[in-house]
C-alpha cells in the first residue's frame, strides 16, 4: 500500500461515529502517579496487568477505536503472550504510540513549556510500524496566566507540532496533534477561548507551512473552560458553545476528526461536555474523545492491582467507554449514569 493510502486506511479506521480513542500512554512518572493513589508499586509487572486489563476488556472495540500506547507497553504481551499491539489490532482497535518525550520550560521564556521528541523521530518509526502502531501523538502544553501563554510558546509549540505530524506523515503514520490549553489557574472560559483559539490558529498555519495533510490527522485539543481555581464554573451549556466556535474559527473541515482530551474534568463532566457539541446541530468534523483519566479512573479505583478486581474493573471502563461512545453521538443521558 503507498503512504497515502496507508494513512487514509488508518484514519478511516480511527474515525468512526460513535466511537472515541482510549489514552493510555502515561509516561513512567505519570503512571506511578496514578498507581499512588491506589497504593500499588509501579513496577514493569503492574503497568504490563494493568494495560492487560484495559485492552482485554471485553467489547471495549465497540465503542473505541484506537488506543494510545507508551512506549513501554508497545513492547510488552498479554496474559496470553500476544503483543499488545496485535492484541489490540484483534479487538478492532488501532494501536497508536506518544511519541514525545516530554515538556522542558521553554529557554528566555518564564512559565511557558516546549515539548522535545523530533530528533531522530522518523528513525524511531522503523521499530514502532514494526510493532505495529499505525498512528502517534504529540503533546503540547500551554499554561494560562494573565500573560502566558507568550507568543514565542504559541509559535514554538506549533512548529514543532507541525514538524512532528509532518514527519509522521512521510512514514505512513497518523498524527495525533494535541495542543493542550491546560485548565489549571484561576481564568475565565473567556480567557481560555482566547488562548485556544491563537493556539490553534497557530498550529493550523505552521501545519500549512509544514505540509501536513490535512485529511490525515487528528486533532486533540483541549475543550474550552474556566480555570480550575476559578470562582464560577461554567454551566455545560456554555462550555459546549464556547469550544464549539474556537474550533469553527480555527479548524478547517478538511480534519475529519476532533478528539478531546479530558484534562482533569471527571468522567461524567468530560462526557456530558463532549455530548453538549454533538447537540449543537451538524459539524464540519467527527467530535469524539481520546481520554486518558476521564476512561481509566474508574476502573483504576475498582481495580486497585487485586486480581480479583480485573472484571469489576473492565466493567467500569466499558461504561465510560460506552456512555462516552453516546456522547459522541449526541445521545448521552444523565440517567444513563445508573445503569
Ligand atoms: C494520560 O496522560 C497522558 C500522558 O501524559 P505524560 O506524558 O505526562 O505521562 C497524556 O498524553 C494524555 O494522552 C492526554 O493528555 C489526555 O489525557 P487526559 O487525562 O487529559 O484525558
Not at 76 to 90: C, I, M, N, S, W
Not at 263 to 269: D, H, N, R, Y
Amino acid at each position: 500500500m503507498d503512504t497515502r493510502s496507508e494513512l487514509q486506511a488508518t484514519v478511516d479506521a480511527m474515525v468512526q461515529p460513535g466511537k472515541g480513542l482510549l489514552a493510555a500512554d502515561e509516561s513512567g512518572p505519570t503512571i506511578a502517579k496514578r498507581f499512588k493513589t491506589i497504593g500499588l508499586e509501579s513496577t514493569e509487572e503492574n503497568r504490563r496487568a494493568y494495560r492487560n486489563l484495559l485492552l482485554t476488556t471485553p467489547g471495549l472495540g465497540e465503542f473505541v477505536s484506537g488506543v494510545i500506547l507508551y512506549e513501554e507497553t508497545l513492547g510488552q504481551k498479554g496474559d496470553d503472550g500476544t503483543p499488545f499491539p496485535q492484541l489490540a489490532a484483534r479487538n478492532g482497535i488501532v494501536p497508536g504510540i506518544k511519541v514525545d518525550l516530554g515538556k522542558v520550560p521553554l529557554a528566555l521564556a518564564p512559565g511557558d513549556e516546549i515539548t522535545e521528541g523530533l530528533d531522530g523521530l522518523a528513525r524511531r518509526f522503523v521499530d514502532y510500524k514494526r510493532q505495529g502502531a499505525r498512528f502517534a501523538k504529540w503533546r503540547a502544553v500551554y499554561n494560562i496566566t494573565e500573560r502566558l501563554p507568550s507568543r514565542l510558546a504559541i509559535e514554538a509549540n506549533a512548529d514543532s507540532l507541525a514538524r512532528y505530524a509532518a514527519i509522521c506523515q512521510e512514514a505512513g503514520i497518523v498524527p495525533i496533534v494535541e495542543p493542550e490549553v491546560l485548565m489549571d489557574g484561576d481564568h475565565t472560559i473567556e480567557r481560555s477561548a482566547e488562548v485556544t483559539e491563537a493556539v490553534l490558529h497557530e498550529v493550523f498555519d505552521a501545519l500549512h507551512r509544514h505540509r501536513a495533510v490535512l485529511e490525515h490527522i487528528l486533532l486533540k485539543p483541549s475543550m474550552v473552560l474556566a480555570g480550575s481555581d476559578h470562582a464560577q464554573q461554567s454551566s455545560v451549556a456554555d462550555i459546549a458553545v464556547a469550544t464549539v466556535r474556537v474550533l469553527r474559527r480555527t479548524v478547517p473541515s478538511a480534519v475529519r476528526g476532533i478528539v478531546f482530551l479530558s484534562g482533569g474534568q471527571t468522567p461524567e463532566e468530560a462526557t456530558a461536555n463532549l455530548d453538549a457539541m454533538n447537540r449543537l446541530g451538524a459539524l464540519p468534523w467527527n467530535l469524539s474523545f481520546s481520554y486518558g483519566r476521564a476512561l481509566q479512573e474508574p476502573p483504576l479505583q475498582a481495580w486497585r492491582g487485586q486480581p480479583g478486581n480485573v472484571a469489576a474493573a473492565q466493567q467500569a471502563l466499558l461504561k465510560r467507554a460506552r456512555l462516552n461512545g453516546a456522547a459522541a453521538l449526541g445521545k448521552y443521558e444523565a440517567g444513563q449514569e445508573k445503569g
